[in-house]
C-alpha cells in the first residue's frame, strides 16, 4: 500500500512517489497549486518560471521544508525558441527523469478585432500554443520512456469565443487540438489530456469590474467562483487516476460552459 502524505485537515495518498513533474508557469496562482497537489501526491516538482522568480523561490523552499530535496526552480522565456529544450535537460540534470508535464504557463489579454497587432500575436500564440507543442515535442522521449503523462491547461473558451479577446481564444482552441492530436501522436505510452477552467482566478488586469464578475458569477450554475486548488484536483485525477483517459479536456468551471 502507498505511503500518505498529510496535507493540512486532508490525507493525500503518494501515488505519484518516485515521479518528477515540470509545471510552467508554476511560481503562483494556478500554476503553484499545481505544483503542491503533484507535490502532495509524491511527486518531485520542477518548477518553471519567467520573471517571478521570487515567487518560485518561495514555493521551492516550502516544498523542500515539507520533504527535502523534492522541488527546484527553472527560469525561461517560453517565447525563445530554445527554451523547450533547456528546460527538459534541466529536468532531467536536476532529478534524472521526467514524468508529468503540465503546459500551464499563459499569456492573457484583450485583441479586439482592429488592434491586434503582430506582437500581441505572437506573444499569445506563443505561450498559449507554440510553447505547448514545442516543449511537449522535447520532452516526449522521456514522457514515452517513463509511459508519462501530458496535462494542458486550456480554457473552457477555446469552444466558447471570448468577445474582445479574438487570438486568446483562438491560441486556447488549438491548444484543445493540439491535445488531441498529442493523444494520438504519443500514444500509447503517453497520455495527453487537457482542464479547461471557467471563473476560477480573476484577470489581474483592469477589464474585470466587479460588474462584469457578478454577471459571470450569475451564469455559473453553482453560483460561486472556483479556487486555484480546482484546478490542482483535476490535474492530480488525470495523471494519477485516470490510466484509460486520454485525447479528452475536463471543464472545471461550476457548470458555466452548458449555460453560455
Not at 518560471?49 to 523534492?70: I, K, T
Not at 485583441?111 to 500575436?121: H, L, N, R, Y
Not at 490510466?243 to 468551471?253: K, L, N, R, S
Request: glycine share 10%.
Amino acid at each position: 500500500m502507498a505511503a500518505s502524505i498529510e496535507r493540512g485537515a486532508s490525507v493525500v495518498e503518494a501515488v505519484l512517489s518516485g515521479q518528477v513533474a515540470l509545471v510552467t508557469g508554476g511560481a503562483k496562482r494556478v500554476g503553484a497549486a499545481i505544483c503542491r497537489f503533484l507535490h502532495g501526491a509524491g511527486a518531485r516538482v520542477m518548477i518553471h518560471h519567467r520573471a517571478s522568480r521570487a515567487e518560485a523561490e518561495v514555493l521551492g523552499a516550502e516544498l523542500n521544508r515539507q520533504r527535502p530535496d523534492s522541488a527546484d526552480i527553472v527560469q525561461g522565456d517560453l517565447l525563445d525558441a530554445g527554451t523547450p529544450g533547456r528546460l527538459v535537460e534541466a529536468v532531467l540534470a536536476r532529478f534524472g527523469r521526467l514524468d508529468i508535464l503540465v503546459n500551464n504557463a499563459s499569456s492573457f489579454f484583450p485583441t479586439a478585432v482592429g488592434g491586434i497587432t503582430e506582437s500581441a500575436w505572437q506573444d499569445l500564440m506563443g505561450t498559449n500554443l507554440k510553447a505547448p507543442l514545442f516543449l511537449s515535442q522535447a520532452a516526449s522521449p522521456e514522457l514515452r520512456r517513463r509511459r508519462g503523462a501530458i496535462v494542458n491547461i486550456t480554457d473552457i473558451h477555446a469552444d466558447r469565443p471570448m468577445r474582445g479577446y479574438v487570438v486568446y481564444s483562438i491560441a486556447k482552441a488549438g491548444l484543445a487540438a493540439l491535445t488531441r492530436s498529442l493523444a494520438l501522436e504519443l500514444g500509447p505510452e503517453v497520455r495527453v489530456n487537457a482542464v479547461a477552467p471557467g471563473p476560477v482566478l480573476w484577470p489581474e488586469d483592469s477589464h474585470w469590474s466587479a460588474d462584469i464578475r457578478h454577471r459571470i458569477i450569475e451564469q455559473v450554475p453553482l453560483q460561486r467562483q472556483g479556487e486555484p486548488e480546482d484546478i490542482a484536483r483535476a490535474v492530480v485525477y488525470l495523471v494519477a487516476y485516470a490510466p484509460y483517459v486520454t485525447g479528452h479536456t475536463i471543464a472545471v468551471d461550476g457548470g458555466r460552459s452548458v449555460s453560455l
